[in-house]
T-cell receptor, first 110, second 109 residues
Framework: NAGVTQTPKFQVLKTGQSMTLQCAQDMNHNSMYWYRQDPGMGLRLIYYSASEGTTDKGEVPNGYNVSRLNKREFSLRLESAAPSQTSVYFC?????????FGSGTRLTVV | GIQVEQSPPDLILQEGANSTLRCNFSDSVNNLQWFHQNPWGQLINLFYIPSGTKQNGRLSATTVATERYSLLYISSSQTTDSGVYFCAVAMEYGNKLVFGAGTILRVKS
């Protein structure tokens, strides 16, 4: 099925561990985004990529890095996880005004 | 940065009732969208509506850009309408949507 695929769906990390959240879309969209969702705060933009080879910071980039590996894939890396990074992470892609979101990754840092 | 406020924060409806959700924003925008997040967490785009009125079935939306607010109307609500409704805006078309905190809707049968 066409859409945005995120892996993993769930993850528990210990403080200080690193991990990469994967995102891939098969709709040939240029723009891709990483958001985090915390209770009562809606979604906040971490990083985005307007096209292959470009990335830019969003509202809450500290503690994260991203890679736009190719047009399909946009990964989010936590180098040293902290409890404050416990959240649900959403990847999205866009063409025109239409956003398509992945199903999310629920990350818990203990 | 631009601020987005949604009201009410919580809403409980009996099946069949109508409701209006409001979104206020602090600056001129070129992009305004409404999303529905179902109880399983999936986000679905409902409307792209930087100005004017649109309708899709039982849902409709109106944005009055000059007064910096948007309204989402849900008529004859169903239990499947439950979830969180987000308003999101951007000052430039397409990029960097800023989300409101959402309205949690519970429709009871």
């Amino acid at each position: 099925n066409a859409g945005v695929t995120q892996t993993p769906k769930f993850q528990v990390l210990k403080t200080g561990q690193s991990m990469t959240l994967q995102c891939a879309q098969d709709m040939n969209h240029n723009s891709m985004y990483w958001y985090r969702q915390d209770p009562g705060m809606g979604l906040r933009l971490i990083y985005y990529s307007a096209s292959e080879g470009t990335t830019d910071k969003g509202e809450v980039p500290n503690g994260y890095n991203v890679s736009r590996l190719n047009k399909r894939e946009f990964s989010l890396r936590l180098e040293s996880a902290a409890p404050s990074q416990t959240s649900v992470y959403f990847c999205a892609s866009r063409v025109g005004a239409g956003y398509t979101f992945g199903s999310g990754t629920r990350l818990t840092v203990v | 940065g631009i601020q987005v406020e949604q009201s009410p924060p919580d809403l409980i409806l009996q099946e069949g009732a109508n409701s209006t959700l409001r979104c206020n924003f602090s600056d001129s925008v070129n992009n305004l969208q409404w999303f529905h997040q179902n109880p399983w967490g999936q986000l679905i785009n409902l409307f792209y509506i930087p100005s004017g009125t649109k309708q899709n079935g039982r849902l409709s939306a109106t944005t009055v850009a000059t007064e910096r607010y948007s309204l989402l109307y849900i008529s004859s609500s169903q239990t499947t309408d439950s979830g969180v409704y987000f308003c999101a805006v951007a000052m430039e078309y397409g990029n960097k949507l800023v989300f409101g905190a959402g309205t949690i809707l519970r429709v009871k049968s």
